[in-house]
């Protein structure tokens, strides 16, 4: 950490609505490493992501600065359902019966249901300042693709979404509310790609994966140059955008007369939601105002950081995205099925994987039918039905809470509701689900 | 209205939730026709209604105080999730050209993502008191029922709730919300009572009606001494536990900067939505401290207000119900299956066909496809889907809104968020909806 940061600039605006990001960069001593040419394996340079990426998202990928002004136009559409709620989750205690007072942080009162919209916006944002007409982007579960289609809805830009063919055809719910926003959505693999159409050629009957779709993507936005592609996690600008959670969070914490948090946690698939809202409070634990610890809570079919390699590798299955050094289960790994489409990544992002390295961050993994059966108690005493993605934390808070003998202060992410994964807690409550 | 009454009691605490629920019968100079007992048509004394209700619901059925505590029970729950936002929908204004400044009163970040919670909390609490151990309901599309479960889980009650078929079958999601929270869920006609079976026996492959469904949970109930039944709308207890929507919207809209609403528009199938938000408006013009104008919008396929007479009625189908004087299509018309389930009721809450009588409040009928076409604006600038119901609310407010030439103050209720209801989103935007 620097010097010039011991008195951070403001970032909590006066309507509770940060008017920064905080990159987290700037406060560590250790400089994560950098992002590589997948050809050259040079470091990136700005003009390697330029047909990727909008000007603007390229700049927060590589800064160094601590606080990025979050521009008026996003902050606007911020202010449509922010600041989310930081509540105390009294009931959930009780059936829990621990002296833990536990805060849940919830993003699913978010126009689209969860945390995606908070980058969605600022991509879509930075993309209109290019002139970018067009957005490309892959999307499993859909909500990522549901949350961009609203931020294009915004600013004017067309968005074209490749969705993983067996969520498609099995859960058209998110498909719909992409097309209300008036996205266009494509099964993938599909024949508008060469990648899909070589795909499709060998096997007809594939039910499609993300790295099928990231192809796909990447492919339409650099043969049009009015068009860009789009990534929901994983990169620095995303995680970013992500620390709005975070900000809020820390000062809600403070108004609701807890100086600090003694654990947080929440659930790491690409890392953009764990990262954005434990971040925040990474500062006060680097500036030595809090000893908050944090916990990113994995699925244990797919646990990038407690049984993956810390190395550079690929974000896609394909290569053709940049090389990252990252936790990784490999390029080519394909995790079961579970409920929880937005954990089932192989990798981890670059730079909460270096907070794991430097000791700032701790994992754990959980299984899906413990994931469920914390869902459901916390449901059932609080109301808000979690995204399958979010109980994987709230299992394992509830863990640690039921084995504390003395009171602590837990912050639970709640990334999301699930009131469109309610076959998944079908499936479980009619005990459907393996130990996944 | 009453001297007494001219320096009303506070009636938003502190934290912004409201203390006391607010009676708009205290109010009126005029008396609400009383409701009447279906064999000796004399007016229905508290006895009457025991075997059906808990005691505190038919003390606030028949009550004529005009501010009615919230126990703290009650409370607790509501501050979970309330206040509900009021927000300026500055982009809506923007598509729309209007001069008018649109504020949407959103009930949709309720855990179960309609205001339906708001009674369902209060009616389990009441049964709670009175030491019942099972409640019954019927439900329709799944609104009520899935607020009703998550309520019944909170107060620990037993829950069965028997859900019209057509929806049981097709619309599982909410069903699912239903089990998640704990209650039972039949498919009505069921086996299990002699309304069920006697109507099975008759046409084995009905689709099933809201009237079947109420007879069904009526008759458990009243043939167990420890269960009662509830209703989610029509009755004046359930009309006065929903201003807790209207209470915080006046204060909101004050703290906005607005003194007053001009017009207040709200969808009314029940009318305990529309009621809730508009009474706490209609007491501020009944103490002479504004003229705003209230608009109950109903769906072309089913205008109790608009096209029905004013009259007594039973609330079901077989008329095992009080007859309430209201306006009405008729105890057996059957609407259209239009996707605004929540709309589809013969006839109008008592409490607000008296006012509309009393001329405090006027009703507009909207087709669905114009519905479906402002719904669909309104989430494409504001982010969040309407769920069909409340769309008829937002498509006569947009009408009105694009009518003017001098700037007004509009209300809209967003009752609830439509992301269960994607699938007839996607009928409309594909172009398969009746004008209905």
Not at 200 to 207: G, H, S
Not at 225 to 237: F, K, Q
Not at 395 to 400: G, I, P, T, V, W
Request: aromatic share 8%.
């Amino acid at each position: 950490m620097t010097d010039s940061l011991a008195a951070p600039a403001p970032t909590v605006g006066k309507s509770g609505v940060p008017t920064h990001w905080y990159n987290i960069v700037g406060d560590l001593e250790v400089a994560p490493p950098p992002h590589l040419h997948p050809g050259t394996r040079e470091p990136l340079t700005a003009d390697d992501l330029a047909p990727l990426f909008a000007s603007g998202l390229i700049e927060q990928e590589l800064s160094t600065e601590t606080d990025i002004e979050i521009p008026e136009p996003v902050r606007e559409v911020y202010a449509g359902y922010r600041t989310t709620p930081l509540f105390r989750a009294r009931s959930f205690e009780k059936a829990l019966g621990t002296p833990a007072r536990i805060y849940v942080k919830y993003e699913g009162v978010s126009p689209v249901g969860s945390h995606k919209v908070n980058s969605a916006v600022a991509q879509a944002y930075y993309n209109s300042l290019d002139g970018v007409t067009k957005l490309t982007t892959e999307t499993g579960a859909g909500q990522w693709g549901s949350a961009l289609s609203f931020a294009c809805a915004k600013f004017g830009i067309d968005l074209e979404v490749w969705q993983v063919r067996a969520s498609y055809e099995s859960k058209p719910y998110r498909r719909f509310l992409i097309e209300t926003y008036g996205g266009t959505v494509h099964s993938s693999p599909s024949e508008l790609t060469e990648a899909g159409r070589a795909v499709l050629a060998e096997q007809p009957d594939t039910p499609g994966s993300l790295g099928i779709a990231v192809s796909e993507a990447v492919e339409v936005a650099v043969k049009d140059p009015a068009a860009r592609y789009t990534l929901g996690s994983v990169l620095n600008h995303v995680v970013l955008h992500q620390t709005v959670i975070g900000l809020e969070a820390v000062e809600q914490l403070r108004d609701a007369g807890e100086p600090q948090a003694d654990v947080v946690f929440g659930c790491a698939g690409g890392g953009s939601n764990l990262a954005g809202l434990a971040f925040p409070f990474l500062r006060e634990v680097l500036h030595d105002r809090a000893k908050t610890r944090v916990v990113a809570v994995e699925p244990a079919a797919c646990p990038s950081i407690t049984k993956g390699e810390y190395r550079y590798d690929h974000g896609d299955i394909a290569g053709l995205t940049p090389l990252l050094k990252m936790h990784t289960l490999g390029q080519d790994f394909i995790p079961d099925p579970i409920h929880a489409g937005g954990l089932r990544y192989h990798g981890m992002a670059p730079l909460l994987s270096h907070t794991v390295e430097l000791g700032l961050v701790n994992a754990q993994a959980v299984a899906q039918t413990e994931a469920f059966a914390a869902a459901v108690l916390f449901a059932r005493n609080e109301g808000i039905v979690p995204a399958p993605e979010s109980s994987h934390a709230i299992a394992a808070a509830a863990k640690y809470a039921r084995s504390l003998s003395e009171p602590e202060v837990i912050v639970i992410g709640l990334s999301g509701h699930g009131q469109l994964d309610l076959p998944a807690y079908h499936s479980y409550l009619s005990g459907e689900l393996d130990q996944a």
